[in-house]
């Protein structure tokens, strides 16, 4: 059992960060790949970003080189920096370990 926390999300305007958190707990020397996807309004769950083990990242093509995912295994928590933020990036933020999900985080991005 794994459990995923996320917190940083809130509203902002265009052009703005957020800094999202997820804090894993429970069997964490398990997971290999952590990642965020998001779920905006009538759409499906999207990949966001995600980091592997070796600690190689990926992302999607919205947001690269805006969003930076990076990863604490000291403190059992993966990061998601996001700049340069767009009205369509507003969505809910999950985190995933592996194939456990948390329950997500708003963003919501003003013009």
């Known amino acids: 059992q794994v459990q995923l926390v996320e917190s940083g999300g809130g509203l902002v305007q265009a052009g703005g960060s957020l800094r999202l958190s997820c804090a894993a707990s429970?069997?964490?020397?398990?997971?290999?790949?952590m990642g965020w996807y998001r779920q905006a309004p009538g759409k499906q769950r999207e990949f966001v970003a995600a980091?592997?083990?070796?600690?190689?990242?990926y992302y999607a093509d919205s947001v690269k080189g805006r969003f930076t995912i990076s990863r604490d295994n000291a403190k059992n928590t993966v990061y998601l920096q996001m700049n340069s933020l767009k009205r369509e990036d507003t969505a809910v933020y999950y985190c995933?370990?592996?194939?456990?999900w948390g329950k997500g985080t708003l963003v919501t991005v003003s013009s």
């Open positions: 995933k370990a592996d194939g456990w």
């Open positions: 980091i592997i083990r070796s600690g190689n990242t």
């Open positions: 429970g069997s964490i020397f398990s997971i290999n790949n």
